[in-house]
């Protein structure tokens, strides 16, 4: 093993914070250091680590002594004392005591002080925390923990300007926003919005403009929530095993659409769980559950004779996006990842970071185990109806791995594989359209733009985008990129993109190059290339990708087409993207 500087200073570090965590208060880094002799050559280096805490500070002789907390202060910068209410500047003072890790008569534990500045900075009730710690006697230690409170109500108006096709409209939002409902830093939001657009030149219509009201109210608490049970604050334990992160939000949407084609009513409820752990390397969500229904009370017999009354597959998935639908649905999605240059006692340091996520959603399986007891209706095609709407079942399942190589400090090599597939059964034969997979863009294969890709071999008429056929039910996706810092804050990279979506259906719209299949996926895999800059403004990154297509699945493989980057073409295979953050 090679004499590495930064590996030795690494283990400096994790000497300093093991001592720290077992009540060494007083131990400095600079205390240990290394003899290394080289006089046997390069191969053979011998290593002697030394600790001299007494030679380098011969006054301190108490460097050894194990330290316990004798008291634990919260204060605020004008305030040092429950209210009458028995909170603290409008936050419930047992409420804070259940966030921090600190408590007389324990152990000092570096890594409680961490945990403490992370579980109340989590909170949107505080603004600022700051925790000190100095010696109150021999082998006692008094510690101050103060809170800056956010302000509890703020209101924000945002106004802007829209352009859909030539179409010139206005949209504004107002949002209420209180940080504290309950004295428990518990987040109430309520958002109105209004949008108006002046619709024009719109053929086999009545000349009506577009209206769109909208009203979302979420109320999130910083703990579990869970009906019937009593969920008492407590105060925390130093187990490690303890989440650092908890909430259960509840959030109640509802959109109004008037437009000339249509007039559409879309309720959303969802009740949702997220928690993580100590470390916050892992983190869960769970939706349960979540209600979405879509209510049609006027379509146009224009738009219904054009794209609703075909029996084709282009029409059955218009249907579930333009026609009366219930979605009640159940989802988990688990994140596991890494941080750069990690350090964990007797482990290994892990230099490279990666991240794992994988999700898994159902719907309808609760109505249609039901549809028989109950006696749900049943429609001419088949499917069972709550209330004389058709419930969508399916299951959906989400896979996503990204890792990166540390090269040197100036470039990284980022790696990033998804996989996804949403299979309809029971109740449904086509997966809703907002739950299905679209291709390209600038998170996808970055030589397409967004949905102008598969499903398979599949083309638009005369090349044209087809928003509705060009979605699929089964994905994948590889990538692989080069990232380099240039200089202030630019970066480069040099990316390629592989993959396609597809349907696992047979459907006369798109023909059989569209199914997915084992003996010819691999020839279907739409590939591409390119380069791109990227701007770290610290809150965002804007990010600027020119992809080309190198390998276009569209064409027949005896086509010049189907290897652009033999045959390029600019005005066929360049595409560029803008978007805000990373790919992966």
């Not at 209510?295 to 996006?321: C, G, H, Q, V």
């Not at 109950?374 to 109806?385: A, I, R």
């Amino acid at each position: 093993m090679t004499c590495d500087i930064s590996l030795l200073d690494k283990e400096r570090s994790r000497i300093t914070a093991m001592l720290h965590n077992h009540g060494y208060y007083n131990v400095l880094k600079t205390f240990i250091h290394y003899d290394i002799d080289t006089l046997g050559g390069p191969r053979d280096v011998a290593l002697h680590l030394r600790y001299d805490g007494l030679a380098v500070n011969p006054d301190s002789s108490n460097i050894y002594t194990v330290y316990h907390l004798r008291n634990v202060n919260v204060v605020t910068p004008s305030d040092s004392a429950p209210d009458s209410n028995n909170s603290f500047r409008g936050i419930r003072t047992k409420f804070l005591q259940s966030k921090i890790y600190l408590h007389p008569g324990q152990l000092y534990r570096e890594q409680d002080v961490s945990r403490t500045y992370q579980s109340l900075s989590a909170l949107e009730a505080v603004n600022y925390v700051r925790i000190q710690t100095h010696e109150a006697d021999s082998a006692l230690l008094d510690c101050n923990i103060s809170i800056l409170p956010e302000k509890a109500n703020s209101l924000g108006v945002e106004l802007e300007g829209t352009n859909t096709a030539g179409n010139l409209g206005v949209a504004a939002n107002l949002s209420y926003t209180n940080r504290n409902l309950f004295r428990g830093s518990e987040v109430w939001t309520t958002k109105l919005k209004g949008a108006y657009e002046a619709i024009t030149g719109l053929e086999g219509y009545t000349n009506q403009n577009y209206v769109e009201i909208g009203l979302e109210t979420k109320l999130t608490f910083p703990k579990m929530i869970i009906p019937f049970i009593k969920n008492k604050e407590k105060t925390p334990h130093s187990s490690l095993l303890t989440p650092s992160s908890q909430t259960t939000t509840l959030s109640l949407q509802f959109d109004t659409q008037e437009r000339p084609e249509f007039h559409r009513r879309v309720f959303t409820a969802l009740w949702n769980y997220q928690w993580s752990t100590s470390r916050g390397h892992t983190t869960h969500r769970l939706d349960l559950p979540s209600l979405n229904y879509v209510y049609m009370p006027w379509i146009s017999s224009t738009f219904r004779k054009d794209y609703l009354e075909s029996d084709n597959y282009r029409s059955a998935l218009i249907r579930y996006a333009y026609e009366d639908l219930l979605i009640l649905n159940v989802a988990y999605s688990h994140t596991y990842s890494t941080s750069r240059g990690e350090n964990r006692p007797n482990r290994r340091v892990r230099v490279n970071p990666y991240q794992l996520q994988w999700s898994v959603e159902s719907a309808g399986n609760l109505l249609y185990a039901l549809a028989s007891p109950l006696n749900l209706k049943e429609k001419s095609n088949g499917q069972y109806s709550l209330f004389n709407v058709a419930f969508a079942q399916y299951i959906k399942f989400d896979f996503d791995y990204s890792k990166h190589y540390i090269i040197n400090p100036r470039n990284t090599l980022a790696l990033h594989a998804a996989f996804g597939i949403a299979q309809p059964y029971g109740n449904s034969l086509i997966v809703p359209f907002e739950k299905r997979y679209f291709g390209g863009g600038a998170n996808g294969v970055r030589g397409w733009s967004v949905r102008e890709l598969g499903p398979g071999n599949y083309m638009g008429e005369d090349g044209k985008v087809d928003f509705i056929n060009q979605t699929g039910n089964l994905k994948l996706l590889t990538s692989i990129e080069l990232r380099t810092n240039l200089f202030w804050k630019l970066s480069g990279a040099l990316f390629a993109d592989a993959g396609n979506i597809w349907t696992t259906r047979y459907y006369e719209t798109t023909g059989k190059g569209a199914q997915f299949r084992f003996h010819r996926f691999w020839r279907q895999l739409a590939v591409a290339y390119g380069l791109g800059l990227r701007f770290n403004l610290d809150y965002f990154i804007l990010r600027f990708d020119m992809g080309m297509k190198a390998v276009n699945p569209a064409y027949s493989t005896s086509e010049r087409g189907y290897m652009p980057i033999i045959h390029p073409k600019l005005s066929r295979d360049f595409t560029f993207h803008f978007a805000v953050g990373m790919p992966f």
